[in-house]
Every structure is written in C-alpha cells, then in structure tokens.
C-alpha cells in the first residue's frame, strides 16, 4: 500500500502567487514525522520543513508553512510569494516511528513551474 | 548545516564492471546512512539502510549481493554496485542521520550519477 501520495504529478504557478502542494500519508503509528523536500535540476535533496505527528502547531520555515491536518492525514506545503527559483520538483515524505533511524519512504513529487 | 559528501559525482563504466559510491559526513557521526536511487522523473526508492558496524537491511526486491554496503566507520558509507549493467543507471543518493540531535535531522548527499554503457 503506497504510504505516501501526491496527487499532482505537476503544476504552473504565476509567480508571487501562492502555492500548495498536496500531501496525504498513511500510517498506525502515533509516532511519525513529516518532511517536505525540493529537488532542483541539480539533483540534491533539500530540506525545507518538518512536522511532527505530536507537534500542535502547524509548522513553518520563512516562506514555507505545512498544512497538518491529521485527521485527514494530509501534510500539504504552502509556498507564500512564489519565485522563480521555486521551480523544482517537490517530495513529501515520512518517517514511521519516533526512532532517529528509521528510514524515510517519499511521495512520487510534483514538479512546480513558475511563470514569470 | 551538516554536510553529506558523495564520491564520485558521477561515473560511466562499461557493463560487467564494479563501481564504488562513498557517502561521508563530513562534520558529525552517523550511526545509520540511507541509500536512495532515483531513476529519471521518479521518486527517490529507499534501497538499504546501512547500519556501522552491522549488515545493511535491505529493502524489498533489492539484490544484496547485487549492492553491496559497507559502514565501517561513523563517517563513511559505501555502495558497490558489482556487475554493472545498463539497468543499473540511476541517480544513487545517500543520506545520514546524526547519531545525536533532534529528530528531524536526515541529511543528504549531492547525488552520484552512474551510467553503464
């Protein structure tokens, strides 16, 4: 059973415009964490918010919030004033457990474009 | 931030040969390391969690004698590819997580590209 969905396999954004980009998960654990990741042309993976299945708060890093719903078990990113060098493609992911070490499975992605 | 290496960025070897991908981290300890490939406009599919000092856990459908992973030290992972062939052109990325530290942290490498002719 796929333990991460993205349901946008792509999407244009105009740019200063806000974004979001769906995420929904499933898991029994009580214990989990949420990661949002971009992949730019490069390659690398970067880090861009986190959230915790206990955390009350929805979290938030500059332009990036994360909308945690968790009865709905979604967990989508919401990207304030888009710019051009938001065009990238977009990971959800997840962590089962409370462990540091456990492994983390990721979404298909969506790829983001943004108009200028 | 914690920085992840990987070497080589990227590496053509002809088919039948072995290829050895290195992730360190560089400025703090890493109990577990992740090994990641990523084919072309997919998803980044969890091959093995690498443990230091123990066997690597493999995930479903992955060949272990096919990828071998050594963690001999906190700092350094590595990933033999052994018996290349062109199906085994990918996007291999590892990550680590900090053997201390608050939950969140996974950190990963810039990416090694392999291509097998």
């Known amino acids: 059973a796929q333990k991460i969905t993205q349901t946008q396999p792509g999407m244009f954004v105009q740019e200063k415009e806000a974004v979001t980009l769906d995420c929904t998960y499933d898991t029994s654990d009580q214990s989990y964490g949420l990661f949002w990741y971009k992949q730019p042309s490069s390659g690398e993976m970067i880090f861009l918010i986190y959230q915790g299945s206990y955390d009350e708060q929805n979290a938030t890093e500059g332009r990036y919030s994360l909308n945690f719903q968790k009865a709905r078990k979604s967990a989508n990113l919401v990207i304030s004033a888009s710019q051009l060098g938001d065009s990238a493609m977009y990971f959800c992911?997840?962590?089962?457990?409370?462990?540091?070490?456990?492994?983390?499975?990721f979404g298909s992605g969506t790829r983001l474009s943004i108009r200028p | 931030g914690a920085v992840v290496s990987q070497h080589p960025s990227w590496v053509i070897c002809k088919s039948g040969t072995s290829v050895k991908i290195e992730c360190r981290s560089l400025d703090f300890q890493a109990t577990t390391m992740f090994w990641y490939r990523q084919f072309p406009k997919q998803s980044l599919m969890l091959m093995a969690t690498?443990?230091?000092?123990?066997?690597?856990?493999?995930e479903q459908g992955v060949e272990k004698d096919k990828f071998l992973i050594n963690h001999a030290s906190l700092t350094l992972s590595t990933l033999t590819v052994t018996s290349a062939h062109p199906e085994d052109s990918s996007f291999y990325i590892c990550s680590a997580t900090r053997s201390a530290g608050v939950n969140n942290e996974q950190f990963f490498g810039p990416g090694t590209r392999l291509t097998v002719l």
């Open positions: 690498s443990n230091e000092g123990s066997k690597a856990t493999y």
């Open positions: 992911a997840m962590r089962e457990g409370a462990v540091r070490a456990s492994k983390i499975i």
